[in-house]
């Protein structure tokens, strides 16, 4: 159990600091969390490993007939990542395929425009990707397979409590895996923090320009 996702990314980011021990070569590192939670927990991991933070956006498809269940998950310059379940089952038709997929790149378009890019080049670079839970993992995945099309050199993926299947989803997405909690039964993220308040987008700004103004170069 987490105080809240501060306190988790604190956890997270020990076990990203055992992990590299003594190679941890924070001159190639850079740290990207999902907006919003994500952001909070990335920013506990940078400050503990020195490291850039950046935003990575990952937006959930909806489904059709029920804008409340997440069926999948878009990223700048891949294709939608659907649930496993929904490809096994065909319950999803062309039509309604291509209509979840326009929503969640107009959602995904607002994203960028609000939390940008990153502004630090990825190529070549020692990437750890950040968010605050994984239930299914789908934004996680979409989010991963975006950064490796950008070059990325090696990718850790850490968060601090996932369901068991998307543990085995998210590791054969990337280099390393790094979950402190794995719980069984798993019901959802939220339940395995004391604090899980939905995040202020004035926090996330605050968060970004706090990152980009250590850069170097920036006053």
Not at 32 to 47: E, F
Request: net charge negative.
């Amino acid at each position: 159990m987490f105080r809240d996702r501060t306190h988790g990314g604190e956890v997270l980011a020990q076990e990203i600091l055992d992990f590299f021990g003594d190679d941890v070569g924070a001159e190639t590192l850079i740290v990207l969390g999902i907006p919003r939670g994500g952001i909070v927990t990335a920013w506990a991991v940078a400050k503990a490993l020195e490291a850039p933070l950046e935003p990575m956006v990952s937006v959930k498809m909806r489904a059709p007939w029920n804008p409340e269940l997440a069926i999948g998950a878009v990223a700048e310059g891949i294709d939608p990542v659907l649930e496993p379940e929904v490809e096994r089952s065909g319950l999803l038709s062309s039509e309604g395929f291509s209509q979840a997929r326009r929503r969640a790149e107009a959602d995904l378009a607002d994203r960028l425009e609000t939390y940008g890019k990153p502004e630090t080049s990825l190529k070549g670079r020692t990437a750890i990707l950040v968010d605050d839970g994984a239930a299914t993992g789908m934004t996680v995945v979409a989010a991963a397979r975006s950064l490796i099309r950008q070059g990325v050199r090696q990718l850790v993926i850490g968060v601090p409590v996932a369901s068991s299947d998307a543990a085995t989803i998210l590791e054969a997405e990337c280099d390393q895996l790094i979950i402190p909690e794995i719980p069984s039964p798993f019901m959802a993220v939220g339940l395995h923090y004391d604090a899980f308040e939905p995040t202020r987008e004035e926090d996330v700004r605050s968060i970004l320009n706090w990152s980009r103004s250590r850069r170097p170069g920036q006053s």
